[in-house]
Nanobody
């Protein structure tokens, strides 16, 4: 069992920045890939970013590439999502998730947090 707790969401103006955190417990964090997904009202949950267990490789959705950065610290059991140049269309509930191998597919992730709300005003 893995427990994930997201934090760092909030209300920000367009062009602003937020840094989301995801604290993990329950298993050896360094053995697993991590991903961030988001879900806006009335839409499917979509892939945002992922990082391998070592942190050496990262993957991004085209919509956030160049604006968002995923990183992790295995000693702190934490993964972050730095979000810059935020747009109103980034407004969503953001989730972190655990996978053996991080992919862009929701079904490949075994454990999910409860989510943290990000709202970007225009």
């Amino acid at each position: 069992q893995v427990q994930l707790v997201e934090s760092g969401g909030g209300l920000v103006q367009a062009g602003g920045s937020l840094r989301l955190s995801c604290a993990a417990s329950g298993r050896t964090f360094s053995n697993y890939g991590m991903g961030w997904f988001r879900q806006a009202p009335g839409k499917e949950r979509e892939f945002v970013a992922a990082i391998t267990s070592s942190g050496r490789s990262t993957y991004y959705a085209d919509s956030v590439k160049g604006r968002f950065t995923i990183s992790r610290d295995n000693a702190k059991n934490t993964v972050w999502l730095q979000m810059n140049s935020l747009k109103p269309e980034d407004t969503a509930l953001y989730y972190c998730a655990v996978a053996v191998l991080p992919t862009r597919r929701r079904d490949d992730y075994d454990y999910w947090g409860q989510g943290t709300q990000v709202t970007v005003s225009s």
